[in-house]
């Protein structure tokens, strides 16, 4: 049993080394992390943008010698970055405080195989450790003495140290497990019963002295490290017979030796000349590990202070990882003070036992080197000076050179103990304590980046700028980030210093000339002042340095370019082609800067970039410009379902009116015009209580199709509220109704705009009070007819269309007129000899329309209907009603909403059917899209007598009089009393049937 034990005892000793090189090369792997991420890569960023907009065309049409143009908005992207606050972590100090436990664990079990010397120096470096805890904090026992807990602790460790070192037939494994152990349970009772849940935090940073003194004293062991490293690598192979020993050893060591040097200059005087070279951290990671070699050459030497063989590398590997961790915290917490002193510790020991290594060296072993001999084996063994002595000289040369640099590191080392008890108070959420910890730490290091971010993060928070401003400035002059210059800038944009936010984003691009961050915002704000060459350029030089791998610097050179309307052309930067990888914010940009130059994307539409439930601005955006960007396109990407998903879902609430808009945008482009109304009749509904903006688009609308009643309605509501471009299509309207003192008041407002050339204002103002015309040309002729056609003759008429080149206008809102007022003998008359000219299609569908509505029984009918083109949708609509045939698609009714032919075409096609409940929704729908409509409102009254709703129609009816004009409305009134007729008396049949039954 007890051989079996002793195998399991002997076997176990790789376990605790596998455990202990694991940790150490762990920690290693931490310092290579932050030697390869610099400060500003590890405090990290965020996005912080807003949203501008440009306008772009929406859609266009001619109307009356008159272009209308109308603008909407494509929303843009501008991002900037924002300096993320620093993230220390309680939880970096949790696996500090696990690797701690391992390190000493490793080496108390080590130091009971020293001398009783050694092993009472060595376990007096631990005592201090116990003690720098103050364990006092956690008020344990603190009614016998606040110092009692600390005692008890100290009591079971010096028992448990001084019997292992007693009893040295104990195993390594034996102790280590014991010492894990008990600290294990002593960390586990301090959790259950400790008030502070971050005690570890605080115990951590008092026991900061302790810690720094054996990580500097690991330092000054592993300064020997690399010189025999190279010793090694130059005669490790050589066996006399060959080779140049001498010569690459030499070569190597004055190469180590140039680069200390410059290091030196480099750390202690900021001479930078831009070479290559060993940074600090990477001499302490190459070191320590040739010393896990080094310390098992050794023996011989130090062999006066072991009692067991081979413990050097125990000792040596539980210091290594106390320090390497320590090393890996303060970095891992950005405190730059400690790794500052560090690094100055590295460089001026590698310094003072570099050089006295090479004379102890080449003094001992220069003849051994000659001869090509593995030097390395005997190095130990000197021949002339003896290593100890070597030593110690060049202990005494780094303490000079410390003295030289006036103990710098002393102070920076007093800035990190405070920056430590800081952030333990900042844990602990003592937001006022931690400020004066941090505070002390400046007393000591006054730009030390650690406090400075800390106290900026702290004031920003508590609204103090001017506080925060100071204090970033003071974290930038020191190493610094390229975060403090980031936000300096922020706050002066803020306080409208855009001045002072450009300098202090170019003092930054002094010091980070690589910083696509910096260039960005730099860009930003050049454009804020209105320099826009400024802007593109540094943005440009941003993507350059990023190595045109900043999708964002690019997004916002696009958005810049848009905003500022520069051209479209082969010279343009980082249009790209579009697909399901691009950036969002990017795509979002090039459309908006493709819609402001009516330039049609050939990208489809990405649905994998808006596939979230709740989607954000820049989602919503994309959807928006995309919609946009379809108008005009010969087959646009139907959105339809997309947006009826979002708008729908409920989720996305706060972007609705966007996504209504979008969706408006979307049935333009689809011709599904009734539903486009529609959304646009919603928007205004919910968005258009203080924008005239959805009443103008709607005004425009019902314009372009004749319908000046609701057209006059519409604009004059959506002038009113501020829409001044609405003026001139009011006018217009206007005219054709009957208030014609309202028109040129009207009239009188848009002159006084001057957006009319003067020939067309002198024009108009003669045609507003004249009839005759003034002169034999074209447009006397046109605005004659248009603006005074209600008081001429159809042979004035007639002439007048003769005569204009815009033949069509002048016959469609004659015809109107006709129907308007149910003139159908002058209709007939005046249709008859328009048949004698050559009429475009358009007119002759508008003819048949009168002919259809007013009964005309023309005799060109027939052969206009044969006439018209079949794909179009009046050509099907007529088809239908005169031929019976069934051309007309769904599709095809969406562009018909104003149609009145095509209105009660329909409606009584459904009567007929019996369909009487949908032909009732669909006149109710369409008289709410113009209650102006004299035939709509008849076709409503027949609806609802069909389904018996008496008092529907009377209402209906009322509500007439207050929108039709009054021939109209004696119309209306016959009708209803006609149709209220024959309905009582099929009532009155009915009860009579019933009695008969």
């Not at 009116?657 to 599904?672: D, G, M, P, R």
Request: net charge negative; aromatic share 16%.
């Amino acid at each position: 049993m007890y051989k079996q034990m002793n195998f399991w005892i002997k076997k176990s000793r790789p376990v605790i080394k596998s455990i202990g090189v694991t940790s150490l090369l762990s920690t290693l792997t931490v310092l290579i992390y932050y030697l390869i991420n610099d400060i500003s890569e590890r405090i990290g960023w965020s996005i912080s943008g807003y949203v501008d907009a440009i306008k772009t065309p929406l859609f266009s049409f001619d109307k009356w010698k008159t272009a209308f143009s109308i603008q909407t908005d494509s929303f843009l992207i501008l991002e900037h970055f924002v300096g993320q606050n620093m993230s220390i972590k309680p939880e970096y100090s949790l696996i500090y405080g696990i690797f701690l436990i391992i390190g000493f664990s490793i080496f108390l079990s080590s130091i009971s195989g020293l001398t009783r010397l050694w092993h009472g120096i060595s376990f007096g470096v631990f005592a201090l450790l116990i003690g720098t805890l103050h364990l006092e904090n956690l008020h344990f026992l603190e009614n016998i003495h606040d110092k009692a807990f600390t005692g008890i602790v100290l009591t079971v460790y010096i028992c448990i140290s001084f019997y292992f070192h007693y009893n040295s037939k104990v195993s390594l494994f034996i102790r280590f497990i014991t010492y894990l152990c008990v600290t294990g349970g002593l960390i586990l009772m301090i959790n259950a019963f400790a008030k502070n849940q971050y005690w570890y935090v605080e115990s951590i940073s008092y026991s900061f002295s302790s810690l720094s003194i054996i990580t500097f004293l690991f330092v000054v062991f592993t300064a020997l490290c690399i010189p025999f490293g190279i010793l090694y690598i130059t005669t490790f192979k050589n066996t006399g017979q060959s080779g140049d020993s001498v010569k690459h050893f030499y070569v190597f060591y004055i190469i180590y030796l140039l680069n200390l040097i410059y290091v030196y200059l480099k750390t202690f005087h900021d001479l930078d000349l831009g070479l290559y070279y060993f940074p600090p951290i990477l001499l302490f990671i190459i070191s320590t590990l040739i010393g896990l070699w080094l310390i098992t050459q050794q023996d011989e030497i130090f062999g006066l202070i072991v009692r067991e063989e081979s413990i050097l590398f125990w000792v040596y590997l539980g210091s290594s990882i106390i320090a390497s961790s320590t090393y890996a915290y303060h970095i891992a917490q950005f405190d730059t003070s400690y790794s500052i002193a560090l690094e100055q510790a590295i460089t001026i020991c590698f310094i003072g036992f570099g050089f006295l290594m090479l004379f102890y060296i080449s003094y001992n072993f220069y003849d051994i080197i000659k001869q090509n001999l593995p030097v390395y084996k005997i190095a130990f063994k000197p021949q002339n000076i003896d290593f100890l002595s070597s030593w110690g000289v060049g202990l005494l040369i780094t303490v000079g050179l410390f003295y030289i640099n006036n103990f710098t590191s002393y102070r920076y080392l007093w800035a990190s103990y405070y920056n430590n008890l800081g952030d333990a108070e900042y844990f602990s959420g003592n937001t006022y304590l931690a400020e004066e910890r941090y505070g002390m730490a400046k007393m000591y290091s006054v730009w030390n980046f650690h406090s400075n971010y800390m106290l900026a993060n702290i004031a920003q928070g508590n609204k103090r700028e001017d506080m925060a401003r100071l204090a970033y400035d003071q974290s930038s002059k020191d190493q610094g980030s390229q975060q403090s210059f980031i936000q300096m800038a922020l706050i002066d944009t803020e306080n409208k210093n855009y001045l002072e936010s450009i300098l202090t984003l170019k003092k930054g691009l002094e010091r980070f000339p690589q910083s696509k961050e910096i260039y960005n915002n730099l860009g930003l704000a050049f454009y804020r002042i209105g320099e826009v060459d400024s802007a593109l350029f540094y943005l440009d030089k941003g993507i350059q340095v990023s190595k045109n791998k900043s999708p964002l610097l690019e997004s916002n050179y696009l958005a810049i370019s848009a905003l500022t309307r520069l051209p479209i052309d082969e010279k343009s930067k980082y249009l790209k082609e579009l697909s399901e990888e691009s950036d969002l914010n990017q795509t979002v940009n090039q459309l908006a800067y493709l819609n402001e130059g009516e330039i049609n994307s050939t990208s489809e539409f990405y649905e994998e970039l808006v596939k979230d439930s709740i989607l954000n601005g820049n989602q919503i955006s994309y959807i928006y410009n995309y919609s946009i960007n379809n108008i005009g396109k010969e087959n646009p990407f139907d959105l339809d379902a997309i947006i009826q998903e979002k708008l729908y879902s409920g989720y996305n609430l706060e972007n609705k009116e966007q996504l209504l808009f979008s969706s408006f945008v979307n049935h333009y482009n689809q011709k599904a015009l009734y539903k486009g109304r529609h959304n646009l009749l919603e928007l205004n509904e919910r968005y258009g209580k203080t924008n005239g903006y959805y009443l103008f688009l709607l005004g425009l609308d019902a314009l372009e199709k004749n319908q000046f009643q609701l057209a006059v309605e519409q604009l004059d509501q959506a002038f009113k509220m501020g829409q001044k471009a609405a003026a001139y299509p009011l006018a217009m309207a206007a005219t054709q109704l009957e208030d014609r003192s309202y028109a040129k008041q009207l009239w009188d407002f848009v002159f006084k705009l001057n957006i009319l050339q003067s020939t067309d204002v002198e024009i108009i103002k003669y045609y507003l009070e004249n009839v005759d015309v003034r002169a034999e040309e074209e447009n006397e002729y046109y605005f004659q007819v248009l603006l005074n056609h209600k008081r001429l003759s159809i042979k004035q008429k007639i002439d007048g269309i003769k005569s204009s080149d815009n033949a069509d206008d002048l016959i469609e809102v004659i015809i109107d007129d006709y129907i308007s007022l149910n003139e159908k003998e002058q209709t007939k008359e005046f249709i008859n000899q328009l048949s004698s000219l050559d009429l475009s299609s358009n007119s002759k569908a508008k003819c048949i329309e009168a002919d259809y509505l007013l009964g005309l029984n023309l005799k060109n009918t027939a052969l206009w209907v044969d006439q018209l083109d079949i794909n179009t949708v009046e050509g099907k609509l007529y088809s239908d009603i005169f031929k019976e045939t069934n051309f007309l698609n769904q599709k095809d009714q969406q562009q018909l909403y104003f149609n009145s032919a095509f209105i009660r075409y329909y409606a009584n096609n459904l009567l007929k059917e019996e369909k009487t409940e949908e032909a009732f929704e669909f006149v109710s729908e369409h008289l709410k899209l113009n209650p102006f409509s004299e035939i709509i409102t008849n076709s409503y009254l027949e609806t609802c007598f069909s389904l018996g709703l008496k008092d529907f129609a009377n209402s209906k009816k009322v509500e007439a009089e207050y929108l039709l004009s009054d021939e109209a409305v004696k119309r209306v009134n016959q009708l209803y009393t006609s149709l209220l007729e024959d309905y009582n008396q099929k009532i009155n049949q009915w009860d009579t049937d019933t009695l008969t039954e």
